[in-house]
């Protein structure tokens, strides 16, 4: 049964880091793999989604990869700013026919001006 | 964003008591989730939807039904609300297995 882990839990950095959020899984035979974006009391945005074939996927500030083998993906937020503090929630889904989406608990992150 | 609107966005009802809440979406997606979002756990698939009239359960369907009468919408029926089901509902589209668009949620509260 696939599990997807999101560590830390929660993250509190001071503007202009450059930041790591990790997920992991156990069962390395994924179809893609989708982070999302959590504002307080919203709902969730899609941030980047990257394929099984592919290493990475880069949007502005944002750079995701994915090692399948080693069922790790991070997501990389560059010089980081008030308004990236969210909750971040990363969600595998499975090869072959299975559509459903398994869920990571998400890292809280805060960025201190 | 995809489009998709939730109602009604927030609910108190009464144990007991039926409820819908209902997904509507103006990007033709073919498929459609709804999920429910507790602290602790995350988010967990209730039912999805791949076609009009085509539905089926997710990991926590028990006390909960789904219709889907056209492309556009997708109904969350909870037969007899518990306190158990107080909780933040989404629904989400995609267009085959590719990336998941959600709305907005409805905070539902059974007193």
């Known amino acids: 049964k696939q599990e997807v882990t999101q560590i830390p839990a929660a993250l509190s950095v001071p503007e202009g880091e450059n930041l790591v959020l990790n997920c992991s899984f156990t069962?390395?035979?994924?179809?893609?793999l989708q982070w999302f974006r959590q504002d307080p009391g919203k709902g969730l945005t899609s941030l980047l989604l990257?394929?099984?074939s592919q290493r990475e996927q880069t949007s502005g500030r944002l750079n995701a990869s994915l090692d399948k083998s080693s069922g790790r993906s991070t997501l990389y937020i560059a010089a980081s700013q008030p308004g990236d503090s969210a909750t971040y929630l990363c969600?595998?889904?499975?090869?072959?026919?299975?559509?459903?989406?398994?869920w990571g608990l998400g890292t809280s992150l805060a960025v201190n001006p | 964003d995809a489009g998709i609107t939730q109602s009604p966005r927030h609910k108190v009802t009464e144990t007991g008591t039926p409820v819908t809440l209902r997904c509507h979406q103006t990007?033709?997606?073919?498929?459609m989730y709804w999920y429910r979002q507790d602290p602790g756990h995350g988010l967990r698939l209730i039912h999805y939807?791949?076609?009009?009239?085509?539905?089926d359960k997710g990991e926590v369907s028990d006390g909960y039904s789904v219709s889907r009468s056209k492309t556009e919408d997708f109904l969350l029926t909870l037969e007899s609300a518990t306190s158990s089901q107080t909780s933040v509902y989404f629904c989400?589209?995609?267009?085959?297995?590719?990336?998941?668009?959600f709305g907005p949620g409805t905070r539902l509260t059974v007193t």
């Open positions: 990007e033709n997606h073919r498929y």
């Open positions: 069962d390395s035979a994924i179809y893609n």
């Open positions: 939807s791949y076609g009009v009239k085509d539905t």
């Open positions: 989400a589209t995609s267009q085959g297995a590719y990336e998941q668009y």
């Open positions: 969600a595998v889904r499975g090869a072959g026919n299975n559509r459903k989406l398994i």
């Open positions: 990257i394929q099984s």
